[in-house]
């Protein structure tokens, strides 16, 4: 049964008695009754099997539950890979508190550098395999942002850690499947993630060219199993934006890019902005250099800082038509009222932004402010991985806290594909069957009813703590 139809055949089952039978009924009249009826874990359920669109704004590396991790890593052995963990500090060298690298338990590093260690090196780490149950859980602890944990932890320790498992290009796209596959099981419909090509090697540690790379992914994706997902993928190349060579890297992604435009749509830069080095007016002048010759569609991270800035202006003003997070928008007056209807379009995370401490609580987030006066958003999921959510939680999240109407969130889930960056045929494709998708959901919807007690799908960590509904 394809997974549409499963979920959708999971949700009518428990839709039995909150609603009249109704002929008459609006689109929005089932779903406030249903948010009325305070009957969560329906209305999760009702979220999960509803058709969503895209996923525009996804960390590949970022969003594949640690669990996933431990078995991509190990059966990367097929491919010649073998990687070693960080479980001990054994004192090898000096160092001081500000040597991270050698004071990081669970980094993870392949085998040649494993084999490049001395005696005492060797012995603070251990083969994925061979880690006991107590080492194998603070490893999978050491991927997931815990509630005692920020925005220091993730950017200083997760991508670390992560880093040494990326030398295989096999691990990359194994990666970009587990997301595909997530996204199926949330029915959705388009995935455009967020990749990197750099620092590939072989198991020996010879340098993988970018192409070769690139041929590994369009073989994953052409797999049966990823085919079977039901899930359209695009790829980003990421730029790490306040890297010293960041200028240089920019013109080889570019051309990359341009090269390969049947997998490669776009280019984003990320990192952290309160890294002033990554400021986006440092690549004006580059990219209207790259313009001379070829167009391409840039997707990037702006506003994703505490204070007031001209990030999100300087972004757009450098060609991005997409900005990821925007959260600072708010600050900007002007153009708040430039950016309304069209055609730039903000890409929302909910929980990402309050995990990592953007906004302490979701009052303070600007979403429904933009959502609301008609700047175009999408919700998106960022690193969901590392915070153990969904595609599902991040609606939920907006019904709950903002009170999403119908309307509201089918237009979400419509914008997502609208502003995607794949080839303009497919799009159409994808619009048309969401279009179709949609009505038929919403025709069940309203003919069927709710009941209480109904069994609810598994959910991850930070749903579960923060709206008790999981047994």
């Not at 431990?70 to 097929?78: E, F, G, K, V």
């Not at 990554?278 to 004006?284: I, M, N």
């Not at 999100?312 to 430039?338: E, F, P, S």
Request: hydrophobic share 40%.
């Amino acid at each position: 049964m394809p997974s549409f139809t499963r979920h959708l055949w999971i949700a009518l089952t428990v839709m039995v008695g909150l609603l009249k039978p109704a002929t008459a009924q609006s689109n929005e009249h089932w779903f406030e009754t249903l948010k009325q009826s305070g009957d969560d874990r329906t209305l999760y359920q009702v979220l999960h099997a509803m058709p969503k669109g895209g996923d525009l704004h996804n960390h590949t590396t970022g969003s594949v539950f640690v669990e996933d991790w431990l078995s991509i890593a190990l059966a990367d052995a097929a491919n010649g890979y073998t990687f070693y963990a960080k479980v001990r500090i054994n004192n090898c060298r000096e160092y001081d508190q500000a040597d991270t690298e050698y004071l990081l338990l669970f980094r993870n590093i392949p085998a040649y550098q494993y084999d490049a260690l001395n005696d005492c090196e060797k012995g603070e780490f251990k083969a994925l395999g061979d880690l006991n149950d107590a080492e194998r859980k603070g490893w999978l602890n050491s991927l997931r942002l815990n509630d005692a944990e920020g925005r220091e932890e993730f950017f200083s320790t997760h991508w670390e850690r992560l880093e040494g498992l990326l030398v295989s290009p096999y691990v990359r796209a194994e990666a970009l499947f587990h997301n595909m596959r997530g996204l199926g099981d949330d029915n959705a419909s388009y995935l455009e993630a967020q990749i990197g090509l750099s620092r590939t090697t072989t198991p020996t540690g010879e340098p993988i060219d970018p192409e070769t790379v690139l041929d590994i992914y369009r073989a994953r994706l052409a797999a049966p199993d990823a085919v079977a997902t039901g899930v359209t993928v695009r790829l980003q190349l990421m730029l790490l934006r306040f890297a010293p060579d960041a200028e240089a890297s920019l013109r080889n992604l570019y051309a990359l890019a341009v090269n390969n435009r049947d997998i490669l749509v776009g280019l984003n830069m990320a990192g952290r902005e309160d890294n002033d080095k990554g400021h986006p007016r440092r690549f004006l002048n580059v990219l209207r250099e790259l313009r001379q010759q070829s167009a391409l569609p840039l997707a990037i991270h702006a506003g994703e800082v505490d204070e007031p800035n001209d990030h999100v202006r300087d972004t757009l003003l450098i060609g991005a038509k997409r900005i990821g997070h925007g959260l600072n928008l708010i600050t900007d007056d002007d153009l708040m009222l430039d950016l309304r209807y069209g055609p730039y379009l903000i890409e929302i995370n909910l929980i990402s932004n309050l995990l990592l401490e953007y906004v302490v609580d979701y009052s303070q987030h600007p979403f429904p402010e933009y959502l609301r006066t008609g700047i175009p958003v999408a919700l998106s999921t960022d690193d969901r991985g590392m915070w153990d959510s969904t595609f599902t939680d991040e609606y939920f999240v907006g019904v709950k806290e903002f009170d999403l109407t119908w309307a509201e969130i089918v237009s979400m889930s419509r914008n997502s594909l609208q502003y995607a960056f794949v080839q303009e045929p497919v799009k159409a494709k994808l619009l048309d069957e969401f279009d179709a998708k949609i009505k038929r959901f919403e025709r069940l919807m309203r003919k069927a009813g709710l009941a209480k007690n109904s069994p609810f799908p598994d959910t991850r960590t930070f749903i579960c703590a923060r709206y008790q509904i999981c047994d």
